[in-house]
């Protein structure tokens, strides 16, 4: 079990811990939280806190549109590009993406909406131009349909092909 000291600049944006310390609580009152993590690892965490941190004293991140036109680095800003392909995405080599996955589950269980938005756009971006053989051999995902039910789901799913 890891312990944090969250500040206010920062707990405000995690709609999970934010919930639990309260709506509309005075941060004179609760300059900070301290927030007690088991799950996932405390590098994915540490993370979560940087973006926030960062955000907090240079302003909100920009909203990604949706759905993700041409890549993630492109319409983002530097620091949020950097963060991605230095941090989160070793170097920027898509292989190298444990990080990268482990920073969404955390985004995603704490209601880090920024953030989530940001890694799960960078996945989007991971997997724009590659067949699906393609992104199961990136993830790691194993191939557990027959060849007759791929076979029948590329038929019913060709118009995705085609847009």
């Not at 724009?128 to 557990?144: A, Y």
């Amino acid at each position: 079990q890891y312990r944090y000291f969250v500040p206010w600049s920062v707990y405000q944006h995690l709609e999970t811990i934010a919930s639990v310390v309260g709506p509309g609580t005075d941060q004179t009152a609760a300059p900070e939280v301290i927030y007690l993590w088991s799950g996932g690892t405390s590098m994915g965490f540490q993370y979560v806190m940087e973006y926030y941190t960062y955000h907090a004293t240079h302003g909100p991140a920009e909203p990604i549109e949706k759905p993700l036109r041409g890549r993630v680095e492109d319409v983002v800003c530097e620091w949020d590009s950097a963060f991605l392909n230095r941090d989160l995405i070793r170097g920027g080599n898509e292989e190298e993406h444990g990080l990268l996955m482990d920073v969404i589950m955390q985004a995603n269980y704490l209601g880090a909406k920024d953030l989530l938005d940001l890694s799960c756009a960078a996945v989007a971006s991971m997997m724009k131009g590659k067949n699906p053989e393609q992104i199961r051999e990136l993830f790691g995902i194993e191939n557990d349909f027959s060849p007759e039910e791929e076979e029948r789901i590329r038929e019913e799913n060709r118009w995705c092909e085609e847009a």
